[in-house]
């Protein structure tokens, strides 16, 4: 039996069938649109479900249900989008008109809990009595699993690690706050660092790699001068580990999960993120000498939205 | 069959004889000596312990199990004490030495853990799926019980929630830390405020409260100035509330509990605390829409630290 995984992002949905050992047998997926209501979207996304379906040689009755990983805020229990800001959806229901086309149970849950998700059944932290997944993105996504199932909190609001305040009073964020995480440890914060650097610094390898214009800068640039050895380049990076560890640090004082996992695009950074933050941890978290949550890069990649969509109906 | 709770403090030692009911039938206590062995320390308490078996008319065969609530880092499945700052214990076998004088089962916890403990099972948060307790005294501890059990993280490291990183970069904590949370939101950070707040405004009440010495500011002084409209004492108190309703907000963000309760010293303010923080939230949490956290005071007050105690041998 199949599982359908659909991970549904701001610019395209993926979507996937995959196996009980968590391998995408068939994939598909379409353009994400802002620019037509819900219902059109849900129809359209449906359509390519059971077209991806028939392309691999299946049928309906070979898949069990459908999961979805959603950029927002998802109700699990009832199927529904209260909110998700990025693609414009306010209190939608996505199983009802998802069951309007395919009548299959329908699962949905936040997209980084369910790459969390993923990683704790079939990634990094696969097996770990508690987990808790950081994605440096845009912005900072969070899922929390213990006991192998997500917490999502009493009310589905939790896991919203982005949003949790490091610097009161800090740097102004979208959701209106002022110093959350996501401000900070994202990779928007390093592009942010290293547009204020560069102009005391014009010198540096990552201004020449932006063509010389600060609006050119990403986060890769500034990782990879810094792995070149470029100065600024490595105040920045350093810059960002310490608030990035720090983040880490709060985790491990208030939950203290087995694992902690870090994926997103700055995770793409490989060991050169990992080894600086296992080296700064030490400095922030209160009980130096006793053993603290491991530090793991995720293993799954852009895969794990879809292989952890999938779970949901497992 | 009664269950000996132990509550040890910086200077007092209290324990009580609990039965099912969470009720305490009989109380003992004794001063915190730094100046003697571990040993010697829990050789008083035990003598303590059985005093007050006896004044309470009852025998050791009563007796099911004693539990002890630790200012400091308790490892529940050795019953060793790895770290006790305040008293000075390092890495001491708190049920090898307990036992050498009175052979019962006994259980350690943490004594913000054990508080919130006993609320949640005979408290204001009775019954709760999860809450996460706070104390607000001259630090700031705190709890979190998950399905009606203690999670004390996986290494026994979490819920360390007053060191937690609120400003980064902010005021120096006796952790060697910079903005950890109880530095703005203990009872030690009210009188820092006010003392702050009192150097340019000498009239305001809490100093006439204070006879004039800033150096005898409390936070009753400020919060009672609060209280009585006093211009200063409002604004350091609002202040105060605004980091206490970020720090909660952060709880709601990461693990969205069912209920949020407020205890220690400064949670002896009431309703004026309660209703502070509760019209201050709205602006911090992320989903100002959906339901988050109920927040409460603690009901079981001072008695908090042994019920939840004697709850460990349960």
Known sequence: ???????????????????????????GGIVTRTDIPFSQQI??????????????????????????????????????????????????????????????????????????????????????ASSVFLTLGTGVGGAIVLGGKVWSGHHGVGSEIGHMILVAGGEQCTCGNKGCLERYCSATAIIRMAREAVKEHPETAILAKAEGDPANINAKMVIDAAKEGDAIGLQVFDQYIQYLAQAISNVIMFLDPEVIVLGGGVSKAGDFLLNAVREALPRYVLYKALPYAHVELAHLGADAGIIGAAMLGQ
């Not at 549904?8 to 994939?27: A, D």
């Not at 898949?63 to 209260?82: F, H, L, M, Q, S």
């Not at 299959?104 to 079939?122: H, M, Q, R, S, Y």
Request: net charge negative; with cysteine.
């Open 43 to 128: 129809e359209a996304l449906a359509k390519c479900v059971l077209e991806t379906i028939e392309k691999g040689g299946y049928t309906l009755d070979d898949i069990t249900a459908i999961g979805a990983g959603i950029p927002g805020v998802a109700d699990p229990a009832t199927g529904r989008i209260p909110f998700c800001t990025n693609l414009g959806w306010k209190d939608v229901d996505f199983k009802g008109e998802m069951r309007k086309h395919i009548d299959k149970p329908v699962f949905i849950d936040n997209d980084a809990t369910v790459a969390g998700l993923a990683e704790n059944v079939a990634g990094v932290s696969a097996g770990a």
């Open 1 to 27: 039996m199949l599982n359908v995984g659909i991970d549904i992002g701001g610019t395209g949905i993926q979507l996937g069938l995959v196996n009980e050992k968590g391998e995408i047998v068939q994939r």
